[in-house]
């Protein structure tokens, strides 16, 4: 039973983190007032550029140094990511377009691009990579079950845990933070005390989607063992994602939690024999409970556990 | 002693499409002095403010700070010259606490020092607040004294203060006017937005006039009066060509009695209010925007929650649906500031918009287009609409021909109550015209109509009888032809409240009720039951 649970867990984590990204990049955006549902695309745009990022490694170096390659996934990954994001804020935020329909369209964009320009890649040099992509701490096995669960994992994992602590301090700390909360909840508001509000939103949503892009790239590398793009179901992640930042309440540090919860559910059925059905039936969880907290909040009328109150609305200054 | 200057505006103009919200005003406030801005609604004050907070841009005119031509494109240029608004509607943030909201957007570094320094500035005005307080916590009074420490805090040399009394108590006003007081002792310039004029002759050194736009006069306080003051601000009376149908009237249709309605942050849009319709008979509401006119509409068509009696041919219709209220014959048509959003749907037909009045008489699932499109065709050829077919979406039409199909469809349904409010807002005067005709040919029908308007000249000529409300109190009911404009301006501003000057007169209490005075009090009872069963 204890093997068990400690294996679960440390799936659990491992699995979260896909989640975690996208959570964390979204909360950022939605906290300038902008619903992004263009996330699931942005996190398929980034596993792209991670691809990307890889093969040019492999055409300079030849053996693996863990440090570049690493850093050439993050870099384009980041980099093909914040090419989504700008497409998505040049609509919403200059050319005020509806942000529904403009996220969709991203992910459908998003999706579409990976899966075509996916098929090119070399996937020997992938799955090379995977192996380095999944190492970090050495010599976690002496630590036995603790070392299993907190240090089995690559990079990515823990880079995801600081980034929500990050962004938690960003958003709640720093006099920054706070002006980009104000023009989620009052763009009139920031706007009447001099704060740039589209500068803030382009800035908010370039740096969320270059960290909910990490997920993409984070899934295809180390939990997806470098198979490519073509079986890879990012998107299906990236609304989990989405769905993380709602149960999450907006803020980070419960995503992090929510993320190992949401993993947990996502791997669980994997862990025990049940039939092909009932994993569905699990893989419907996660969303139920997303619904659960919804509803728990709006009747419970938690102040601070509100959506930002601009949330999804464009912000023109001259508008009577 | 000459004082100095602080702000001169010079010829400004402002235009929103093709309307003038400003022309050419000149202003000049002086520095150490409190300066009113009095006008009535759509006088452009607000919006001639807003240029001076860098939220609106001029078209045309120069301002000037401290004698120098000053250029202000953004809010953040408005500071830089020392200027700072409190806009009517708050602008704060509701989730974060006062000292959130007063840092907010500040350039300089926050430290511990920075909270000692606001609330140097609070006890200095004599402001009590509490810095950690959210402002979802806080009543209206004190988000307005937060947004005032903002704006010191700010080194603010300006103060412009948009309506700040509007929502305060007698008690808070008179606080608010010390604060100001010491403001001005401080050498700060104070601009107060205001259409009450006790208040512009209590606090001002100085009071500026606009009118529909355009600045009329500049007087010092202490060589006027109230009286003067009405008159340039409503203007002198216009003769319209306007008739008013001189029929008999009926007993009354509609009777409403003690109405208390509440708007929508809860505080009090409507209270004790009684009033009658009588059929063939136009009763005008004039009063200032905000009065508690949309919420007394909303109320008698049942949109709104409300406490008293209502009956309709002596009928109590408290507690009715929507449905119900229009089904027996009350249509109401409000126009928005916006013209859409209330009544009509912007990007469905005309036809469309026909059937979503009617919808209910649909037999079967699916819509009688058919019938729709023959509605939508008589209305276009009854009140000559310019629509190039009636499948157009009706925000492609002109504002005009929006309100004639609005006002139309309610009248198409045979009612024998008509609730219009501001039904030629934005029009030309012919399509004006077109909408009053309408109006007179349902009075000669022995309809009821209550008529919301915003032009005094026109409430004077064209309804029979005007009701003033002045902060959702009735300040009196009147015969047309038994008052003028000023009186009129000095009701609506609250100046004078007939209720009160003659007690014995019975305001809005008919004296051919349908129901005699004990089957009111029965009815009255029977409501105050419902209503305290609801509460519990």
Redesign the interface.
């Given at each position: 039973m204890a093997t068990f649970l400690i294996n679960l867990i440390t799936s659990a984590v491992a699995m979260g983190t896909v989640f975690l990204y996208g959570c964390v990049g979204e909360t950022l955006i939605e906290k300038g007032g902008n619903l992004n549902l263009g996330i699931p695309g942005v996190m398929c745009l980034g596993a792209l550029g991670g691809g990307v990022g890889v093969t040019l490694y492999y055409m300079i170096f030849e053996n693996e140094i863990w440090f570049f390659l690493i850093l050439f996934s993050l870099v384009f990954t980041m980099i093909f990511a914040m090419l989504g994001g700008l497409i998505y804020a040049f609509l919403t935020v200059t050319l005020k377009a509806n942000q529904n329909v403009t996220g969709l369209v991203l992910t459908t964009f998003g999706v579409g691009v990976m899966k075509f320009f996916g098929k090119n890649f070399n996937l020997i040099t992938f799955s090379q990579s995977s192996a380095i992509f999944k190492k970090f701490f050495v010599g976690y096995e002496a630590l036995g079950d603790f070392g299993k669960v907190f240090l089995s994992h690559g990079f990515y994992v823990y880079l995801a845990i600081v980034l929500a602590v990050l962004v938690s301090i960003f958003l709640n700390k720093t006099k920054t933070g706070l002006f980009l909360r104000s023009v989620g909840e009052s763009p009139q508001t920031a706007d009447s005390q001099g704060i740039n509000v589209d500068k803030y939103k382009y800035s908010a949503i370039l740096v969320g989607c270059a960290i909910a892009g990490l997920g993409g790239t984070y899934y295809v590398f180390d939990r997806f063992g470098g198979q490519g793009f073509s079986d890879a179901a990012i998107d299906a992640f990236g609304w989990l994602a989405v769905a993380l930042v709602i149960f999450s309440t907006w803020r980070p540090g419960i995503g992090i939690l929510g993320s190992i919860l949401f993993g947990g559910l996502y791997v669980l059925p994997y862990c025990i024999e049940i039939s092909k059905s009932q994993i569905k039936l699990f893989a419907m969880l996660p969303y139920i409970i997303t619904v659960l907290v919804l509803i728990l909040t709006s009747m419970l009328d938690a102040k601070n556990s509100q959506p930002p109150n601009s949330l999804g609305i464009n912000y023109f200054r001259e508008e009577r | 002693m000459e004082k100095e200057i602080a702000i001169k505006l010079v010829n400004i103009s402002k235009r929103?499409k093709n309307i003038y919200a400003n022309k050419n005003v000149n202003l000049t406030l002086y520095k150490g002095e409190v300066l009113s801005v009095l006008g009535e609604n759509g006088s452009g004050k607000t919006t001639l403010m807003n240029m001076l907070?860098g939220?609106?841009q001029p078209e045309e005119g120069e301002i000037y700070v401290n004698g120098e031509l000053a250029s202000i494109h953004?809010?953040?240029d408005?500071?830089k010259y020392g200027i700072g608004?409190v806009?009517q509607h708050f602008?704060?943030?509701?989730?974060?606490t006062a000292y959130?909201?007063i840092?907010?957007?500040?350039d300089r570094k926050?430290s511990k020092n920075t909270i000692n320094e606001i609330k140097a500035i609070a006890q200095r005005y004599g402001f009590e607040v509490d810095l950690k307080k959210?402002i979802?916590d806080m009543s209206v009074s004190e988000k307005q004294t937060v947004e005032i420490i903002?704006v010191l805090y700010k080194n603010a040399n300006v103060l412009i203060l948009d309506e700040p009394t509007a929502v305060l108590t007698p008690q808070e006003t008179n606080k608010l006017f010390n604060v100001i007081k010491k403001m001005r002792e401080d050498n700060k310039s104070i601009i107060i937005i205001t259409h009450k004029l006790n208040e512009v002759m209590e606090i001002s050194d100085r009071v500026t006039i606009l009118r529909k736009g355009e600045y009329i006069t500049t007087l010092n306080t202490n060589e006027t009066n109230e009286k003067e003051l009405t008159e340039y601000m409503v203007g002198k009376k216009i003769d319209l060509n306007l008739e008013r149908l001189r029929i008999q009237a009926t007993q009354p249709i509609l009777e409403i009695r003690d109405l208390n309605v509440l708007k929508d942050d809860g505080t009090v849009a409507i209270e004790h209010l009684d009033f009658y319709l009588r059929g063939g008979q136009i009763l005008g509401v004039a009063g200032i925007a905000g009065c508690g006119q949309k919420e007394m509409c909303e109320a008698i068509v049942g949109l709104r929650k409300f406490k008293g009696s209502i009956t309709h041919f002596g009928k109590s219709i408290v507690g009715f649906s929507p449905e119900k209220i229009k089904e027996i014959g009350i249509s109401m048509s409000f126009i928005p500031e916006d013209r859409l959003g209330l009544g009509l749907a912007p990007n469905l037909s005309i036809t469309d918009n026909m059937l979503l009045k009617t919808y209910n008489d649909n037999k079967g699932i699916f819509v009688d287009r058919t019938r729709g499109r023959k509605e939508a065709e008589d209305l276009i050829k009854r009140y000559n609409v310019v629509a190039p077919s009636t499948e157009v979406p009706v925000k492609n039409l002109s504002g005009g021909n929006i309100q004639k199909i609005l006002v139309g469809r309610e009248i198409g349904t045979n009612p024998n109550v008509i609730i219009t409010a501001y039904p030629v807002r934005g029009l030309d005067i012919n399509s004006s015209y077109m909408i009053y005709d309408i109006l007179n040919e349902e009075k000669a029908k022995n309809t009821a109509i209550l008529f919301i308007g915003e032009d005094l000249d026109v409430l004077m000529t064209f309804c029979d009888k005007i009701m003033v409300l002045c902060h959702g109190k009735n300040m009196g009911i009147i015969h047309t032809k038994n008052t003028n404009k000023e009186e009129i301006g000095l009701m609506m501003t609250g100046a004078l409240d007939l209720t009160q000057v003659k007690k014995e007169e019975k305001y809005g209490i008919a004296e051919d009720s349908r129901l005699s005075e004990d089957e009111w009090k029965k009815l009255r009872e029977e409501d105050q039951k419902n209503e305290d069963r609801e509460q519990s």
């Amino acid at each position: 039973m204890a093997t068990f649970l400690i294996n679960l867990i440390t799936s659990a984590v491992a699995m979260g983190t896909v989640f975690l990204y996208g959570c964390v990049g979204e909360t950022l955006i939605e906290k300038g007032g902008n619903l992004n549902l263009g996330i699931p695309g942005v996190m398929c745009l980034g596993a792209l550029g991670g691809g990307v990022g890889v093969t040019l490694y492999y055409m300079i170096f030849e053996n693996e140094i863990w440090f570049f390659l690493i850093l050439f996934s993050l870099v384009f990954t980041m980099i093909f990511a914040m090419l989504g994001g700008l497409i998505y804020a040049f609509l919403t935020v200059t050319l005020k377009a509806n942000q529904n329909v403009t996220g969709l369209v991203l992910t459908t964009f998003g999706v579409g691009v990976m899966k075509f320009f996916g098929k090119n890649f070399n996937l020997i040099t992938f799955s090379q990579s995977s192996a380095i992509f999944k190492k970090f701490f050495v010599g976690y096995e002496a630590l036995g079950d603790f070392g299993k669960v907190f240090l089995s994992h690559g990079f990515y994992v823990y880079l995801a845990i600081v980034l929500a602590v990050l962004v938690s301090i960003f958003l709640n700390k720093t006099k920054t933070g706070l002006f980009l909360r104000s023009v989620g909840e009052s763009p009139q508001t920031a706007d009447s005390q001099g704060i740039n509000v589209d500068k803030y939103k382009y800035s908010a949503i370039l740096v969320g989607c270059a960290i909910a892009g990490l997920g993409g790239t984070y899934y295809v590398f180390d939990r997806f063992g470098g198979q490519g793009f073509s079986d890879a179901a990012i998107d299906a992640f990236g609304w989990l994602a989405v769905a993380l930042v709602i149960f999450s309440t907006w803020r980070p540090g419960i995503g992090i939690l929510g993320s190992i919860l949401f993993g947990g559910l996502y791997v669980l059925p994997y862990c025990i024999e049940i039939s092909k059905s009932q994993i569905k039936l699990f893989a419907m969880l996660p969303y139920i409970i997303t619904v659960l907290v919804l509803i728990l909040t709006s009747m419970l009328d938690a102040k601070n556990s509100q959506p930002p109150n601009s949330l999804g609305i464009n912000y023109f200054r001259e508008e009577r | 002693m000459e004082k100095e200057i602080a702000i001169k505006l010079v010829n400004i103009s402002k235009r929103f499409k093709n309307i003038y919200a400003n022309k050419n005003v000149n202003l000049t406030l002086y520095k150490g002095e409190v300066l009113s801005v009095l006008g009535e609604n759509g006088s452009g004050k607000t919006t001639l403010m807003n240029m001076l907070a860098g939220i609106y841009q001029p078209e045309e005119g120069e301002i000037y700070v401290n004698g120098e031509l000053a250029s202000i494109h953004s809010p953040k240029d408005s500071f830089k010259y020392g200027i700072g608004m409190v806009h009517q509607h708050f602008k704060l943030v509701d989730v974060f606490t006062a000292y959130e909201n007063i840092i907010l957007g500040l350039d300089r570094k926050t430290s511990k020092n920075t909270i000692n320094e606001i609330k140097a500035i609070a006890q200095r005005y004599g402001f009590e607040v509490d810095l950690k307080k959210k402002i979802h916590d806080m009543s209206v009074s004190e988000k307005q004294t937060v947004e005032i420490i903002k704006v010191l805090y700010k080194n603010a040399n300006v103060l412009i203060l948009d309506e700040p009394t509007a929502v305060l108590t007698p008690q808070e006003t008179n606080k608010l006017f010390n604060v100001i007081k010491k403001m001005r002792e401080d050498n700060k310039s104070i601009i107060i937005i205001t259409h009450k004029l006790n208040e512009v002759m209590e606090i001002s050194d100085r009071v500026t006039i606009l009118r529909k736009g355009e600045y009329i006069t500049t007087l010092n306080t202490n060589e006027t009066n109230e009286k003067e003051l009405t008159e340039y601000m409503v203007g002198k009376k216009i003769d319209l060509n306007l008739e008013r149908l001189r029929i008999q009237a009926t007993q009354p249709i509609l009777e409403i009695r003690d109405l208390n309605v509440l708007k929508d942050d809860g505080t009090v849009a409507i209270e004790h209010l009684d009033f009658y319709l009588r059929g063939g008979q136009i009763l005008g509401v004039a009063g200032i925007a905000g009065c508690g006119q949309k919420e007394m509409c909303e109320a008698i068509v049942g949109l709104r929650k409300f406490k008293g009696s209502i009956t309709h041919f002596g009928k109590s219709i408290v507690g009715f649906s929507p449905e119900k209220i229009k089904e027996i014959g009350i249509s109401m048509s409000f126009i928005p500031e916006d013209r859409l959003g209330l009544g009509l749907a912007p990007n469905l037909s005309i036809t469309d918009n026909m059937l979503l009045k009617t919808y209910n008489d649909n037999k079967g699932i699916f819509v009688d287009r058919t019938r729709g499109r023959k509605e939508a065709e008589d209305l276009i050829k009854r009140y000559n609409v310019v629509a190039p077919s009636t499948e157009v979406p009706v925000k492609n039409l002109s504002g005009g021909n929006i309100q004639k199909i609005l006002v139309g469809r309610e009248i198409g349904t045979n009612p024998n109550v008509i609730i219009t409010a501001y039904p030629v807002r934005g029009l030309d005067i012919n399509s004006s015209y077109m909408i009053y005709d309408i109006l007179n040919e349902e009075k000669a029908k022995n309809t009821a109509i209550l008529f919301i308007g915003e032009d005094l000249d026109v409430l004077m000529t064209f309804c029979d009888k005007i009701m003033v409300l002045c902060h959702g109190k009735n300040m009196g009911i009147i015969h047309t032809k038994n008052t003028n404009k000023e009186e009129i301006g000095l009701m609506m501003t609250g100046a004078l409240d007939l209720t009160q000057v003659k007690k014995e007169e019975k305001y809005g209490i008919a004296e051919d009720s349908r129901l005699s005075e004990d089957e009111w009090k029965k009815l009255r009872e029977e409501d105050q039951k419902n209503e305290d069963r609801e509460q519990s």
